[in-house]
Structures are given as structure tokens and as C-alpha cells.
């Protein structure tokens, strides 16, 4: 939507209709996004975590990593959210990438509300290998697809 | 790409082009080649009516968005797509199989599946029964594949989730742009809600050798709180 849009509704008649016409009219030929939008997700500050894999769920609509990450003598349980198996193939990851106790470090979009949960942006495994959030169009800071989420249809 | 000899007919045959394949969707943003890449989508232009409520909604998105609360989605619970935003989702792909009588298109992202019945009538709008995928028949048009979808009921989230009537009518060529382009051009006409029929293309490059994946949605961690906030469920 563009800037300003959110007063179009007040206008009637045919100026509403031109307005409409401008905001869609440039959005041809890009994919929808797949599942659910990213929003929740604070993209613009990415934290780093390091810890334990509990479990990874090689799973649709998502793949996600169990993370146990101590902070001293506290542990904070963590869920990391991946694209789909689909996506992340074409990006190097398997579905026996990781394994419980395998050690990781992941830099990951936090909750915007504070839970311990995110969206990975790459990871760092215990094999020193760096894989991101998918290939070239996949999800996640880094990865994203070419058109912002507001000019996907 | 020329890869069938099709009977036309009793005696003869023609050359006929083949969309046969795995593909995948791709965008006119960056780095698209522009003599492949589809061209702009022709204007959204809703009844008074319908664009006033769809203008409002879509602003009201926006500003959820913005503020780090998507709105809900019908995907988001694991809802298959339909016809037609089902045809390019993100980068998974689309499988297109053709047998006699029949072209079956596959999408990987919710394994969905619509069959072309090929030569045959439409079927009366009133006859067939509402839902993803409509009642798809099709035929060869020159290097053309033209299908022609009725039945989408009137829950399946339109083109850029637009409104849409059980009047719905979706239009699509496909054609092969070169032997491993392939363009959609989709042609959306409502006599009920638009002004006038959309029109837009998808384009694909093909995926030799692609195995298609299966997705069955069944983790799927995001839920709609109390408050009507897309959340991610925790503590597995």
C-alpha cells in the first residue's frame, strides 16, 4: 500500500476507483508469499544465539530447531522457525542437518513481544558450515524474495 | 518446445507444444531478464461496492502489518490456496503432467492438485459445485494452452485477496516463452464485483531433473490469539 492510502477510503466514485487501480497496478507477476507473514517476527534486530539442539522437526509448513541456550547458570528453551523442507533443500540443508546435542550458533530475528521465539536468519553448525534460510528466494533476513511482502499478491 | 504429434486430424498431425514439466515461479523484480520476465499486471478496478470495504481492509493490514501483527490468513492456518493465487506461491514449484485427455498441475507448497479436462464443454456455472479449483477445461489455441476454470467458491481468497461472486470466471494461455520459459497470462472476469476483467502473468522457468517434495501441513506452530494476533506457539 502506499504511503497515504490508508485515507483513500473516505474518497467516493470514480477518484476511489483511480486510487485503487494506482495501488495494485504495479504488482504483476510475483508469487505470494507462502504461509504467514514475517511481521511478528523483529527483523530489524537480529540476536545471536548459541546453545544446544534439543530436537530439529524436518516438518511443513515449517522446519524448526529446538535450541537450549545457556546464560550462566540459567537456560532459556528457544524455537527457531526455517522455511519449509521444499525451500531449504535448495539450500543446502538436509533433513538430518542437525541432530539432538549437536552445538550450534544462529543469528535469528527475536518474537517483537519478547518470547524466546525467532525466525533464523543463518546458522552456524557444529561442523563450522554456515547455511542461511533458504536458497535464493527463500524466507528470512538475507533470503528474501525480491518484492517487499506489500507488493506480493 | 516442440514435443508432441497430436492427431487433429484423421490422417494428419501437427506439431503441438508440450507444457509438460516442473516449474517455478518467478518474479519481475530483480535481475529478471526482461525479455522473459511477465509483463505488468493490468489494473484492479472493483464495483464502488466492493472496493471501498476491500481499500479499508487492505489499509487496516497494513498498518497491523507495520505495527509487527499480521493479520490472519486462511494459508497461515494451512488452507490450501485455490484457484487462482494457488498457481504461483513463493519459489515452490508447479508440476504439469500431461496424459490423454487430461492436464494435471500440481503445486508443492499444499501438494494441490487441479485437472484440465481437455476438448471437452464447460460446464454450466450452476452445475458445478463450489470449491478450490472450479471445474478446469481446456484445449490447444495455436502454441497456446487455454484453460477455462469456473466453480471457485466464494471463501477462496481472489487475486491480491480481492472479493470475488460465485460468477467468477478465470481465463488462462499458457505458452512457452522459450523451451524452458513459461508464461500464465491469467484473465480474471467478475461481472459482479469488477469493473473490469484483471489480467496478469506469472512466469516459470522449468526445473529439469526437479523431484517434487511433499508437503503435508501438519507442525504448524502459528495460531490466531484471543486478541486476533498471529502468535507462534512455543515450549516443544
Given at each position: 500500500?502506499a504511503p497515504?492510502?490508508?485515507k483513500?477510503p473516505?474518497?467516493?466514485?470514480?477518484?476511489l476507483?483511480v486510487?485503487?487501480?494506482?495501488?495494485?497496478?504495479s504488482?504483476g507477476?510475483t508469487?505470494?508469499?507462502?504461509?504467514h507473514?514475517?511481521a511478528?517476527?523483529?527483523?530489524a534486530?537480529?540476536?545471536?544465539?548459541?546453545?544446544?539442539v534439543t530436537a530439529f522437526?524436518?516438518?511443513?509448513?515449517h522446519?524448526?530447531?529446538?535450541l537450549?541456550?545457556?546464560?550462566g547458570?540459567?537456560v532459556?528453551?528457544w524455537?527457531i522457525e526455517?522455511?519449509s523442507?521444499?525451500?531449504?533443500?535448495?539450500g543446502?540443508?538436509?533433513?538430518?542437518?542437525l541432530?539432538?546435542?549437536?552445538?550450534?550458533t544462529?543469528?535469528v530475528?527475536?518474537?517483537?513481544n519478547g518470547?524466546?521465539?525467532?525466525l533464523l536468519n543463518r546458522v552456524t553448525l557444529a561442523?563450522?558450515?554456515?547455511?542461511?534460510?533458504?536458497?535464493?528466494?527463500?524466507?528470512?533476513?538475507g533470503t528474501s524474495?525480491?518484492?517487499?511482502p506489500?507488493?506480493?499478491r | 518446445?516442440?514435443c508432441?504429434?497430436?492427431p487433429?486430424v484423421?490422417?494428419?498431425t501437427?506439431?503441438?507444444p508440450?507444457v509438460?514439466?516442473?516449474?517455478?515461479p518467478f518474479?519481475a523484480?530483480r535481475?529478471?531478464?526482461?525479455a522473459?520476465?511477465?509483463?505488468?499486471?493490468?489494473?484492479?478496478?472493483?464495483?464502488?461496492?466492493y472496493?471501498?470495504?476491500?481499500l479499508a481492509?487492505?489499509a487496516?493490514?497494513?498498518?497491523?502489518?507495520k505495527?509487527?501483527?499480521?493479520p490472519?490468513s486462511?494459508?497461515?492456518?494451512c488452507?490450501?490456496y485455490?484457484?487462482p493465487?494457488m498457481m504461483?506461491?513463493?519459489s515452490?514449484p508447479?508440476?504439469i503432467?500431461e496424459?490423454p485427455?487430461?492436464?494435471t498441475?500440481?503445486?508443492e507448497a499444499?501438494s494441490e492438485?487441479r485437472?484440465v479436462f481437455?476438448d471437452?464443454?464447460q460446464?454450466?456455472m450452476?452445475e458445478?459445485?463450489?470449491?478450490y479449483y472450479?471445474?478446469s477445461v481446456g484445449?490447444?489455441?495455436?502454441?497456446?494452452?487455454v484453460?477455462?476454470t469456473?466453480?471457485?467458491k466464494?471463501?477462496?481468497p481472489g487475486?491480491?485477496?480481492t472479493?470475488?461472486?460465485?460468477?467468477?470466471?478465470?481465463?488462462e494461455r499458457l505458452?512457452?516463452?522459450?523451451p524452458d520459459?513459461l508464461?500464465?497470462q491469467?484473465t480474471?472476469?467478475?461481472p459482479?464485483?469488477?469493473e473490469k476483467?484483471i489480467?496478469?502473468t506469472?512466469a516459470y522457468?522449468?526445473?529439469p531433473?526437479y523431484?517434487m517434495?511433499?508437503?503435508?501441513?501438519?507442525?504448524?506452530?502459528?495460531y490466531?490469539d484471543?486478541?486476533?494476533?498471529?502468535?507462534?506457539?512455543?515450549?516443544?
Amino acid at each position: 500500500m502506499a504511503p497515504g492510502m490508508n485515507k483513500m477510503p473516505r474518497v467516493h466514485g470514480g477518484l476511489l476507483r483511480v486510487a485503487l487501480v494506482a495501488a495494485l497496478a504495479s504488482s504483476g507477476g510475483t508469487p505470494a508469499r507462502a504461509h504467514h507473514s514475517f511481521a511478528m517476527f523483529d527483523t530489524a534486530r537480529p540476536i545471536t544465539i548459541s546453545g544446544v539442539v534439543t530436537a530439529f522437526e524436518w516438518t511443513n509448513p515449517h522446519v524448526y530447531i529446538e535450541l537450549d541456550v545457556a546464560e550462566g547458570a540459567k537456560v532459556t528453551h528457544w524455537a527457531i522457525e526455517l522455511g519449509s523442507p521444499s525451500i531449504l533443500m535448495r539450500g543446502g540443508w538436509k533433513f538430518n542437518t542437525l541432530k539432538k546435542g549437536d552445538t550450534i550458533t544462529a543469528l535469528v530475528s527475536p518474537l517483537r513481544n519478547g518470547e524466546p521465539g525467532s525466525l533464523l536468519n543463518r546458522v552456524t553448525l557444529a561442523d563450522g558450515r554456515v547455511l542461511g534460510n533458504g536458497g535464493p528466494a527463500g524466507i528470512g533476513p538475507g533470503t528474501s524474495t525480491s518484492t517487499p511482502p506489500s507488493q506480493q499478491r | 518446445m516442440i514435443c508432441a504429434l497430436a492427431p487433429d486430424v484423421v490422417g494428419q498431425t501437427t506439431p503441438r507444444p508440450s507444457v509438460a514439466g516442473v516449474w517455478v515461479p518467478f518474479g519481475a523484480g530483480r535481475g529478471a531478464d526482461p525479455a522473459v520476465a511477465p509483463p505488468p499486471a493490468g489494473p484492479v478496478a472493483l464495483k464502488p461496492a466492493y472496493a471501498k470495504e476491500y481499500l479499508a481492509q487492505r489499509a487496516a493490514d497494513a498498518e497491523a502489518t507495520k505495527r509487527g501483527e499480521p493479520p490472519p490468513s486462511a494459508a497461515m492456518g494451512c488452507v490450501p490456496y485455490g484457484m487462482p493465487r494457488m498457481m504461483a506461491i513463493a519459489s515452490y514449484p508447479v508440476e504439469i503432467l500431461e496424459t490423454p485427455g487430461q492436464i494435471t498441475i500440481i503445486t508443492e507448497a499444499f501438494s494441490e492438485v487441479r485437472r484440465v479436462f481437455m476438448d471437452q464443454p464447460q460446464l454450466p456455472m450452476d452445475e458445478v459445485p463450489p470449491g478450490y479449483y472450479g471445474h478446469s477445461v481446456g484445449r490447444w489455441q495455436g502454441d497456446s494452452l487455454v484453460v477455462d476454470t469456473v466453480g471457485i467458491k466464494e471463501s477462496v481468497p481472489g487475486y491480491q485477496n480481492t472479493p470475488h461472486s460465485d460468477r467468477m470466471r478465470i481465463t488462462e494461455r499458457l505458452r512457452l516463452i522459450t523451451p524452458d520459459v513459461l508464461h500464465d497470462q491469467i484473465t480474471i472476469d467478475d461481472p459482479v464485483v469488477l469493473e473490469k476483467p484483471i489480467v496478469y502473468t506469472l512466469a516459470y522457468r522449468r526445473m529439469p531433473d526437479y523431484k517434487m517434495v511433499e508437503f503435508v501441513c501438519d507442525n504448524n506452530r502459528e495460531y490466531v490469539d484471543e486478541r486476533g494476533r498471529v502468535r507462534m506457539r512455543l515450549g516443544r
